[in-house]
């Protein structure tokens, strides 16, 4: 029998029963010798799998009174294996170091050599863990200790894991459960048992790896050790595994019952580690399934529990994430948690874990539409899982790259890699899999041209994933066949299929889908809406007059009575709004009271629908709002209509349903504007409390932007780039990203590259060693390194002389130094945040910059608009800079209303470092107690002049302002709005935009100031 059991990582490990029988013929002790003590603590500690291994470590640390060799060996081994099952591999370590190895019994330094194996699995020295457990291996089948030769072939497998080695993990994990099942060691059988589980689903396996696994469960929990801390673990594992194995072969309701009953087990055991893994897990199926929202919130408690002792789960989990918001379109926060975990990736040198980064960067840059970059991501993570041996994988890759050359217009190419993702297909069951077979072969069937192959393909696609309940999948199925061209395509079924989309996508979430969705649509009502032959008696130019007047529904209202009034036929047009107010819209050969009584008639009719009336006189209803109802777009259009000669009646309804049509198309359009304008505007916004954390002033909505931006990347040391004027504040956006991190309790250092000489900057930058150059006579550490541990803000980095670039750059590749007149380089932690106010990649072009620091610097860019692009910011800053005005020059002064009105107005070319010195100097002028006057400032030199008069006469009545703020502000909002609906003819998208708000926010606007949009263009 073993005299040491391996110990896990994740479970509370058990020692073997030492007998007196077997410990008296290793120590050739007599039965007279008193071995009551030696015989109570090994019965008492026999299994620890349900006790405190502390209270275990005590009892084995009171045996090593007895001064055995190889009985202190033993014991050092059973104190290490404790250490281990506890997380403390450097005292476990220092237990082994002690080891005296001289004249040690073959099956002690079996499990000697064991224990250390098993250390240095967990220490991340996969090699060395192979090395020594194949040695102890030897040794356990010489002496014939299966338990310990079974344990020893787990650690190899389990090594092996590590390194992506799926064959020979599997080989030397299938040694160890055969070899545990000869014997009594339930925990060690328990663990390789989910061990081999897992890298049988890898290697594709599946079948091997349900029986496996069901072996596993079974041995666990008909004993009662399946109710310890332990147990749980490694139940929670093999539940996991099963789930895993559910998921690929499309059973995604049994997968998640499975993986919620694997995380029943982890929560009794209390582990933060295995309870983020479960909760991974369970979000995995949440977001194939299209329950976004619960994935999102189960992938946030993950993070939360995750440490950074744990970078597998934590980097797997940043993975996820990353997906999620790609899809939902926030690019950006998609790559800064792919470039953390591509990081946490490239430390564990995990394979698996660079594959996964590789393949969600390529979905990035897929949703993105760069294909160039996508195919080359997605081509590296098919490159690791054909090292890794993981065949469905390589298919779902291939899958990705066909989808990306149909993309870039490669027919062929796609053609070809979809052929060999057939052909792994083909030896594996996963209907998963298959539908996205089918999916891309109806892809590539409609570039061929070939529409009613391809439809079928898309639509059996749809009926998989519909089975499978993936969400996201039909929806993009159901948009591709929505969005195929070719003869013999149902247009109504297309109509259908894309309204399907739009309703999944909305549901997703994913904004940038919904809007090609809904634009596709669009497009689709546009190209045919109707055919002529569909409307007797109309001909080419009335098409023509009506479709070019959908600039807004109002105008095809008006386009609409100018060509029936052409057939000597009275007509009036109404709009009902969202308050069920009845609005004319045009009317022709009424008189103007009559067209009021109609307008009235109208209203009570929709206000009573079921109240009987006269059909004497009659409404027709042009169109109606299905979806998207908007407070600011009329409800519904309606048309009386005079009588009509039976020669000219087909004629007119024909008009009306084209006039129908392109209303509909009209509502649709402002949809789309009204959901791309949203997504510029943001879904989040920053409160006062968060940009006063941060150190940052302002009240606009480009500094909370900015704000927002800081808050994402606080967890992360990504390298930022920060733009902008002289002036605008770059330097305390640099502050605020260092305090929002975790480095705000290291250094913050500043250094500017345009106020040192050229000759002085290396070594001011990089440090310099004692007698480098005439006058180093001492050593400096330079900046970089006297900021370690904190942030870097280099400013001015575009006046970084030429030659000292590289050395720049290969600091931030390597993340080392080399002082002037070192030796060696010295590594260094610290996070880089430039800034310039020139554009570099102007001076890349004219190569006075170069090109590769450009792209290491701009990892993360952030654009600081000029003072006069956000003028809500300049009341909030003078008011910061009047109070340390004054507590420099000990004085108290109030700035009058009209005077924070008059610095508003300004443009501010030196932005806010004017308007500081602005402020100081009129400060330093002014008596105590002073109230400040728009006098008090100068206004007259250079950029301050005041605006003209005619300027001033045209915002504010008389040319005189206001006293308050606020009604300053309120007409010269009116003037800007009504300014802008003059130059775009009324045209509220374009206005909005100039104006930097929603067309939502506009309306609203209009109807406070009393602006009427016709008024406003006619004015």
């Not at 894991?161 to 040694?175: G, H, I, P, T, V």
């Not at 009613?452 to 696609?461: C, F, I, T």
């Not at 340390?884 to 108290?892: D, G, L, Q, V």
Request: charge should be negative.
């Amino acid at each position: 029998m073993s005299v040491g059991l391996t110990a896990r990582r994740g479970g509370r490990d058990r020692l073997s029963v030492y007998k007196v029988s077997r410990l008296m013929r290793y120590f050739d002790l007599q039965p007279a010798d008193d071995l009551s003590a030696l015989g109570r603590i090994t019965q008492d500690i026999g299994d620890v799998s349900g006790r405190d291994p502390l209270a275990a470590l005590k009892e084995l640390e009171d045996l090593l009174s007895i001064s055995l060799p190889p009985l202190d060996s033993l014991r050092r081994c059973q104190i290490a294996e404790q250490w281990e099952v506890l997380g403390n591999y450097s005292a476990a370590e220092q237990q082994l170091a002690e080891i005296n190895w001289e004249g040690l019994p073959e099956d002690i330094a079996a499990q000697a050599l064991l224990r250390k194996a098993s250390l240095c699995r967990w220490m991340n020295d996969a090699p060395q863990a192979i090395h020594l457990a194949k040695k102890a291996l030897e040794l356990a089948q010489r002496v014939a200790d299966d338990e310990c030769a079974g344990e020893a072939a787990a650690v190899i497998g389990y090594a092996y894991w590590l390194l992506d080695e799926y064959e020979m993990a599997y080989d030397a994990l299938r040694q160890s459960v055969e070899t545990l099942g000869r014997t009594k060691s339930l925990r060690a059988f328990a663990q390789a048992c989910w061990s081999l589980t897992y890298v049988c689903n890898l290697l594709g396996r599946t079948s091997e790896a349900q029986e496996v696994s069901e072996r596993g469960i079974v041995a666990l929990t008909s004993s009662p050790k399946g109710d310890t801390p332990f147990g749980q673990t490694i139940l929670g594992h093999l539940r996991a595994s099963q789930g895993m194995i559910a998921f690929e072969c499309g059973n995604v309701e049994i997968a998640l019952m499975i993986h919620e009953r694997a995380l029943d087990h982890w929560m009794s055991t209390n582990d933060p580690r295995l309870l983020a893994n479960g909760y991974r897990n369970v979000a995995e199926i949440h977001f194939a399934t299209g329950n976004w929202d619960q994935a999102e919130a189960l992938l946030e408690q993950a993070a939360y529990l995750i440490s950074d002792a744990d970078p597998a789960i934590r980097c797997s989990t940043l993975i996820m994430m990353s997906r999620l918001a790609a899809r939902r379109g926030k690019f950006s926060d998609a790559r800064l948690l792919l470039a953390d975990a591509t990081m946490l990736a490239s430390q564990s040198n995990s394979r698996s874990l660079l594959a996964e980064c590789r393949d969600a960067l390529g979905e990035t840059d897929f949703l993105e539409q760069n294909y160039a970059d996508a195919e080359r991501n997605f081509a590296e993570a098919r490159d690791f899982f054909i090292k890794m041996n993981q065949p469905s994988r390589v298919a779902y890759a291939n899958l990705r790259l066909a989808e990306t050359r149909l993309a870039q217009g490669d027919l062929d190419g796609a053609q070809r890699l979809y052929e060999v993702a057939c052909d792994l297909t083909a030896r594996a069951s996963n209907r998963l899999l298959e539908a996205h077979v089918e999916r891309v072969s109806g892809k590539l069937a409609l570039a061929r041209g070939e529409a009613q192959v391809g439809l079928s393909a898309l639509m059996r696609s749809v009926a998989c994933f519909e089975g499978l309940n993936f969400a996201w999948q039909v929806a993009l199925a159901y948009f591709d066949a929505g969005t195929a061209t070719g003869d013999g395509i149902p247009l109504t079924r297309q109509r259908e299929w894309l309204e399907t989309a739009i309703s999944i996508f909305r549901h997703l979430g994913t904004a940038p889908h919904l809007m090609a969705a809904e634009a596709a649509l669009v497009e689709l009502n546009r190209r045919t809406p109707v055919t002529l032959q569909d409307l007797p008696g109309i001909n080419l130019t009335q098409v023509e007059r009506l479709t070019a007047a959908t600039a807004s529904a109002e105008s095809v209202a008006r386009e609409l009575a100018a060509i029936i009034d052409s057939y000597k036929v009275t007509v009036a047009l109404f709009a009902e709004n969202a308050d069920g107010e009845v609005l004319v819209i045009a009317a022709r050969g009424l008189e103007a009271e009559t067209v009021q009584d109609l307008g009235a008639l109208l209203r009570r009719r929709l206000e009573n629908p079921d109240a009987p009336h006269s059909d004497a006189i009659r409404f027709e209803r042009l169109w109606r709002a299905e979806t998207h109802p908007s407070r600011h777009r009329p409800r519904s259009f309606w048309i009386h209509l005079g009588r009509l000669k039976p020669d000219i009646e087909p004629l007119i309804h024909s008009l009306l349903r084209l006039a129908g049509v392109s209303l509909e198309l009209c509502h649709l359009r402002a949809v789309v504007e009204e959901i791309a304008a949203a997504q510029k505007v943001g879904e989040a916004r920053v409160d006062d409390a968060i940009l006063a954390d941060l150190g940052l002033v302002g009240a606009s909505a480009a500094m909370r932007d900015i704000a927002e931006r800081i808050a994402r990347i606080r967890d992360s040391s990504v390298t930022v780039l920060i733009t902008g004027e002289s002036g605008t504040g770059k330097e305390v956006v640099a502050r605020a990203i260092h305090r929002a991190s975790a480095r705000r309790a290291k250094p913050f250092v500043a250094f500017n590259c345009a106020a040192v000489p050229a000759e002085l900057i290396e070594s001011q930058l990089f440090g310099h060693k004692k007698g480098a150059f005439t006058g180093a006579d001492k050593d400096a550490l330079g900046v970089i390194r006297a900021a370690a541990g904190g942030t870097l803000f280099l400013d001015e980095i575009g006046e970084l002389p030429l030659q000292l670039q590289p050395k720049l750059l290969r600091f931030l590749q390597e993340r080392e130094v080399h002082p002037v007149g070192a030796e060696r380089a010295v590594a260094v932690d610290v996070r880089i945040v430039a800034a310039t106010n020139r554009d570099l990649a102007r001076e890349v072009a004219a190569r006075t910059f170069r090109e590769d620091l450009f792209h290491r610097l701009n990892v993360l860019n952030i654009a600081l608009p000029p003072l006069r692009e956000r003028r809500a910011d300049i009341p909030a800053l003078a008011q910061v800079f009047l109070q340390e005005a004054m507590a420099r020059n000990r004085k108290t002064v109030t700035l009058s209303e009209a005077a924070l009105a008059a610095l508003t107005a300004q443009d501010w070319p030196g932005n806010a470092r004017q308007l500081q010195n602005e402020i100081e100097r009129v400060v330093a002028l002014a008596d105590d107690q002073a109230l400040l006057t728009p006098s008090a400032f100068n206004f007259a030199a250079g950029s301050l002049e005041p605006p003209p008069a005619g300027v001033t006469d045209a915002i504010f009545p008389e040319g005189q302002v206001p006293p308050k703020l606020a009604d300053a502000v309120a007409l010269l909002e009116r003037h800007l709005i009504s300014e802008s609906l003059k130059r775009h003819a009324g045209n509220v998208t374009r206005a909005a935009q100039e104006l930097g708000i929603s067309r939502p926010s506009l309306y609203a606007k209009c109807k406070t100031y009393g602006i009427t949009i016709s008024k406003a263009v006619g004015s």
